[in-house]
Every structure is written in structure tokens, then in C-alpha cells.
């Protein structure tokens, strides 16, 4: 089946604060200038520098356990955006505007006031840049996920030695040119055309919430139900 088989996360390390010597200096300037000129995304100045988040897009911000999981039962239909970790968080980028929707959203989808661990980024809003020479693991099915010619293409989780741990890092980087802002999940999505053909476009946001809203709750229960279990409640007794 065409679409992400797998994804094994990088494991959650304690960030190291960086250090803002004139090499990792000179190496946020280079990340910087790939953003902006490559992808034209506006960035923030700083180490590690900052996309600015709702101009060129939005992002999803969910447990990375609940996301993967998501991606998995998506398959076909969640190739080509980009998706970035870091620690136990993960970021999917959708459609700018996509992050006002949200609540809406929610709410329709009968998953308002449940208080699902699902925030959305929008306007005004910064999220750490990850290396666009630098991936986490990925393994995914046929498609178009890491161009050969993109900075990050490579043997998966190659990178620089020296990233800081608890850095961002792509797991599906954005692809230089318009596909990167094209393929990102909208609202208007359905019957929508790519290149590909009729259908094809960029993924449905209403499916993605709901999606990544049931994984989330399943993580949950999961999580509540192991923790009853070991405390004992709710288990039948042994002689009843």
C-alpha cells in the first residue's frame, strides 16, 4: 500500500541549551537563508532560528505517539505535507488559516470540550526551524517524500554530528518549490487536483483533525486504562 508504512520517532531527549558560539551562529544564518530563499518562508533570527508560523502555513502540534499512529491509518491520503518532531511533540504543517478553523472544527467533529492535547499554531505564532540537512527516522512507501536534490535527502536520521539533542528535525521535509505550500492540507481540499490528477490534491484538514483526534483520545484511554490496572481499580477480583 502506497503511503507511511512506519515512522520511528527519535526517543524524547532533555534539550541541551545551545550554544551561540560563531559556528552554530554562522549555521543558523545558512538555515535561515535555505528557508527564505529556497521555500521563501519567513524565519526569525536566533540559534536555533524560527519559521514564522501563518504566513506560509499553520501547524498542528500533537503528541507524537497520537501522530504517528494518525499517519499510519491515513496512509495514502497523509503523503507529501511536511512533518517535523521534536522531543514527544509532533508538528503538521496544514494550509495557513488552518489553525483558526480548529476549534470549529472540533467541535463539529463532536470533539469539542474533551480537552484533547491538539493545539493549533497560527498567525503571530514562532516554531523552531528545523535543519533542513538533518531528518529523523523515516520510513515510508512509494512516493515523493525527500527529493534527491533536497538538503535533507540522505540516508534517514543522517545529519550534522553536532545538532543539539531535543532539536527539531524533519521526519517528511518540505519539498523546494510551490508543491511545498500546495501540499498542504486544506479545508477546500476534497476533489481538489494536483499534478497527479483529479483527487489527488492536498489532504483533506476536516479528515486529518478527525483522524488525529480519535488517536489522541485512544492514546489516552489507552494510558488511563494501564494506570487503572496497576493501581488496581476497576479490575475484576480474581475469586468472584
Known sequence: MAGIRSAALPSPRRPVPPAFGGSEGRHGDRTRLWYENVLGWPTVPGVPPRLAVGVRFDVLDVPAEAGRAALERLGGAAEGFPVAVQEDRMRLLIAAGGADELPGLLEWLEWGGLGLDLRALGEGRLMEAPDPWSTGTWTAGAGRDVPREHPAAGRPGAGRPDSPQGAAVWLRPP???????????????????????????????????????????????????AGAAVHGVGQPLAFS
Open 175 to 225: 519539498v523546494p518549490g510551490g508543491e511545498a505550500v500546495a501540499s498542504l492540507p486544506t479545508l477546500s481540499a476534497m476533489g481538489t487536483r494536483s499534478s497527479r490528477g483529479v483527487g489527488d490534491g492536498p489532504p483533506d484538514l476536516v479528515r486529518l483533525v478527525n483522524t488525529v483526534a480519535t488517536q489522541i483520545h485512544r492514546v489516552r484511554l489507552r494510558r488511563s486504562g
